[in-house]
């Protein structure tokens, strides 16, 4: 049988080495993790809070915009939503019919695209014969002014068909691209395009 005290002994050793402290080195870096864990909990509390705050003034100024681009690109009607949208349309994100006295008008499409600094998104309205109404640009991220954007939004009404884009000159096929921003101008005509074939599925196929 062993003795008292080398099970004394023992036992002290078992207890120096289970309280061994941690490594400095160790303990710098869960500090760190530590630190970092909780300034990552605090920065994601604050987003959430600002996203409360903001998210409903962005949505409110995003719906307005919208509302504004109904009537830029389809003077003088009404509107309302369109329940059912056609299907196999890239990049739609909504159909809004148009009357004026009651009568049809043609419809607003919402779609988007992509140009030279990423995602475009347009309101697009079309007539009832497949013209194009008018085109205004809701969000984007090119480097281009307001007045290119203009010219170039201003030469699409009164086109139906497939729109093409031009480097030289514009005719009744044709649009003429912005000097050194074509990316965009074939960018904002293919989503034209795209609104264009979203109207005549909706119109030829009855949706409401």
């Not at 697009?124 to 991220?141: C, F, K, P, R, W």
Request: proline share 4%; hydrophobic share 40%.
């Amino acid at each position: 049988m062993d003795s008292p005290v080398i099970e004394t002994q023992e036992a002290q050793e078992t207890a120096a080495k289970v309280k061994k402290p941690l490594d400095p080195r160790v303990q710098y870096y869960l500090r760190i993790i530590g630190t970092l864990f909780v300034i990552t909990a605090i920065v994601a509390v604050l987003l959430s809070l600002v996203n409360m705050v903001t998210r409903p003034m962005i949505d409110t100024h995003a719906e307005e915009k919208r509302v504004a681009a109904l009537s830029k690109v389809m003077p003088d009607a009404d509107f309302e939503p369109v329940t059912h949208q056609p299907e196999g349309i890239d990049g739609l994100v909504s159909i809004t019919k148009a009357t004026r006295n009651g009568s049809p008008a043609g419809c607003c499409v919402q779609i988007t695209t992509n140009g030279f600094g990423g995602s475009l998104e347009l309101m697009v309205g079309v007539d009832g014969n497949g013209a194009v109404t008018g085109v205004d640009i809701l969000s984007h991220a090119e480097t281009l002014n307001t007045n290119r954007h203009g010219w170039l939004l201003e030469q699409y009404p009164g086109h139906s068909g497939e729109i093409l884009v031009s480097k030289t000159s514009a005719d009744s096929s044709h649009i003429q691209a912005i000097s050194g921003a074509t990316v965009t101008s074939n960018g904002v005509t293919r989503g034209v395009n795209n609104a264009l074939k979203a109207a005549e599925a909706y119109q030829k196929g009855g949706l409401s």
